[in-house]
């Protein structure tokens, strides 16, 4: 019994050592080439926008003040509702005023009275001196009295008028259409001249003040030569999104930016005016400003995912005609409403690995699907 041990070991580590063999041997195969998935783009032009926080203001906020002083009467209006410009708003004490009036007219009829008189004479007294029978100095008397009887009509007619004006402006008017504002004084006060009553606000049109950023210095010179231009070659379209998310529907025109930039924030203050028919538009909100800032010819629209960083910079994997990786530098512009632009290093026919980036290198042989037949 004894003598027949060794036997039984041996076999098991013949064993052992047999399958030891397969597994190296297994161990050694090469992997499976990575799947990646590829697309093909198309060269086009694009068109490339940005997006501007703004503020709405009405095109014109008019300070509503008398123009004489007095008692104020009456407040015509409803606070917060569309006047139209010459709508009366606000009725001083007329009284005084119609009395000023009444006493211009009274030195008027004095000075008419003065005028003919001095016109007279100065008729019989010329008429005289011609047939010798006055003396120069006569003459030039009744000269005088004529020219200052002419001067105090004209006075007269001057203070009858200004008179009048004091007495139309008792009657304070809108000086242009718009929406009214809370009155700043109460009915019964005594006010003085210049005192503010109310303001009206504009608000067909309004315009949207916004800051362009010092780095979109092309679209600020863009916007002051459409500001020197007549024909409107160059006016720049503006679009609005409202703060509930909507997009306005009426296009606006960017009619002005800054000459100089503002060292505090770095950007130029810029407006864009837009119509507002409806008053949808309200002053005080805020919006978004969406405006094309320029024009990138033959480029490609890449999704994100697909640009890689390497020691060169940007660049793409692409999948040459034997399915083997190639790497492409490539030089990148804007990213566009989610999508990244490439400008140059690309051609209609490369084939762009679009997913399966990780850990790919130039040359590496991929099973490479394209986008439309992956499952």
Known sequence: MSARRPNRVFFPLALILLLGACADNSDQQEPPPPPVVFDTFEATDITVSEEYAGRVRGSREIEVRSRVQGLLMERLYTEGRMVERGEALFVIDPDPYRIAVDQAEAERENAQARFRQAEREWRRISGLY????????????????????????????????????????????????????????????????????????????????FALPERDAAMQRAVQRAMADDDGDHRRTASLRLPDGSDYEHPGVVDFTDASIDPRTGSV???????????????????????????????FLLPESAIAQGREGAQVYLVDENDRIAVRPVDLGPVVEGRQVVTSGLEASDRVVVRGLVNLQDGMPVDARPVDGEQ
């Open 130 to 209: 011609e047939r010798n029978a006055v003396s120069e100095r006569e003459r030039d008397e009744a000269l005088s009295q004529f020219e200052l009887a002419e001067a105090g009509l004209a006075l007269a007619n001057a203070g009858v008028a200004s008179a009048r004006l004091n007495l139309d402006w008792t009657r304070v008017a809108a000086p242009a259409s718009g929406s009214t504002g809370l009155e700043t004084v109460p009915e019964g006060s005594l006010i003085s001249s210049g005192a503010l009553l109310t303001t009206i606000i504009q608000i067909d049109p309004v315009h949207v003040r």
């Open 269 to 299: 203050s810029a407006r864009a005016v837009f119509p507002n028919p409806d008053g949808h538009i309200m002053p005080g909100q805020f919006v978004r400003l969406k405006m094309d800032v320029r024009e990138i010819e033959d480029a």
